[in-house]
């Protein structure tokens, strides 16, 4: 077989990267371009649709040209994407009836509240294991419709709605199939984790003629291959997954209970449940994983809002730091934090607490606290909402994890990565390969054209090297580290109850 790379393209918030892999998982190549971000107003992020296709037509081609390598060597080509981002456009002509609007955009906020004053919250949450929130795509679609008058249309089938995934796949596959995957799906708040299609009560809710919509498919399948225009080569398409979701995919967690956590603005955490959706009523969410021979795998979703947004503020407000990187080298002149804790609720506290009034709290100062303590207490902080979230994830699925995988940018930081593995109690392994992300569209892509049956073997080649950080606090050390954290954490909240914030200032950013 001529083809024996594997390709990924990595659509991401703010740039397309493409990477070229070898079979085994090692990186040959890659390349990324950014793209303008449009904010008309307060509180409303677009994207112009054409820059997704032109920033990853040209990572694509660049990454090709950089590996040195054929086009006709690519095996198969799969696609991870920022998700629940939503597109709308004319199915003859393939043009966008206006710009994206971003995953981030709170402009739909009003449409979600209505929902859950009319009590539909639980009914949203049982069918698509998602928290009713602007983020997902189906406010977003309704929005579009109401305000392009297109309903109609759509409903006669002339308009196309879809996530990046589907977009991409729309412009770039030959045919311009009109697909998505489940990952992608079930982000959209109109899929039904458990039947593994599109729910009809919420169809009817959000008033969503089905015609608008994608054809759900496997996360690793071949919907087509790419127009030669692009690359010259018919390289087949044959994975598509959002990318929190190919990153699970990416570290190898394909038993139930594996778990990745990336750390970045703020931290990601999935753990795989397996062959069934596990519910919780702590906040997490219950999403795919991927799906892959018509099988549904799923997963527990969390995140930290602050985490290496903590870091920056110590850098761009504080000034004790000048960049990201020397926080570990302060943090390391000292043995521990003196007793200072951080609890960087600067936008309120997520799961397990959901307090949208907390604050961000520093406590425990005394007169010799320095800035060496401030930045380890801010390492900290990171390291127990991670915590916070794995706890309530293992506790939910009945699991202890084995081990945490991690990746992002701030998974650098060795210091952090130690403080997790204590404060956790498991080992934390960080993959030498960061791309976790496009390394897990290409082995998707790779199981998509039957490559390997399991990408087991692949990823475990790269195991091989990866950094392990093993847990040194004894049971007693952890449980009071948890003690202080605890502690910190409702002094945040317990500042929050007196608060004479209204409800808008508190959610405002
Ligand atoms: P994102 O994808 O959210 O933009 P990245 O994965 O690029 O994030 O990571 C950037 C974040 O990680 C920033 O918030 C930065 O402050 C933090 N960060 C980067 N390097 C380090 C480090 N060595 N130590 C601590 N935090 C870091």
Partial sequence: MEGQYLAALDQGTTSSRAIIFTPKG??????????????????????????????????????????????????AAGI???????????RETGKPVCRAIVWQCRRTAPIIQRLKDEGLSPLIQERTGLVPDAYFSASKLRWLLDETGLQRKAEEGRFCFGTVD???????????????????????????????????????????????????????????????????????????????????????CFTPGDVKNTYGTGCFMLMNTGDVPVSNDKGLLSTMAWRVGGK??????????????????????????KNAAESEELAAKVPDTGGVCFVPAFTGLGAPHWNMYARGTLVGLTRGTNRYHL??????????????????MAQSLGLAPGALRVDGGASANGLLMQMQADISGVPVLRPRVQETTALGAALLAGV???????PAAAVSALQADETAFRPRFSPEERSKARRGWMHAVDTALHWAKDTDLTPEEAASP
């Fill in 80 to 90: 991870a994407n920022q998700r629940e981002t939503t597109l709308l456009w004319d």
């Fill in 296 to 321: 549904p795998v799923f997963a527990l979703e969390g995140s930290v809002f602050v985490a290496g947004a903590a870091i920056q503020w110590l850098r761009d407000e504080l000034g004790l730091i």
């Fill in 448 to 454: 998509g054209v039957g490559m390997f049956a399991d």
């Fill in 166 to 252: 589907s977009y991409l796949s729309f412009r770039l596959v030959k045919g311009h199939p009109h697909v998505t995957d489940a990952t992608n799906a079930s982000r959209t708040m109109l899929f039904n984790l458990k039947a593994q299609d599109w729910d009809d009560d919420l169809l009817r809710i959000f008033n969503i003629p089905r015609a608008v919509l994608p054809r759900v498919v496997d996360s690793a399948s071949v919907i087509g291959s790419l127009d030669p225009d692009i690359l010259g080569a018919p390289v087949p398409v044959a994975a598509l997954a959002g990318d929190q979701h190919a990153a699970l995919f990416g570290q190898a």
């Fill in 26 to 75: 090692r990186l040959l190549a890659s390349a990324a371009f950014e793209f303008a971000q449009h904010y008309p107003f307060p509180g409303w992020v677009e994207h112009e649709p054409e820059d997704l296709v032109t920033s990853t037509v040209k990572a694509l081609r660049e990454t090709v040209a950089r590996a040195g390598i054929k086009p006709s060597q690519i095996a």
């Fill in 375 to 392: 930045a380890r207490a801010a390492l900290e902080s990171i390291a127990f909402q991670s915590d916070d979230l794995l706890r309530l």
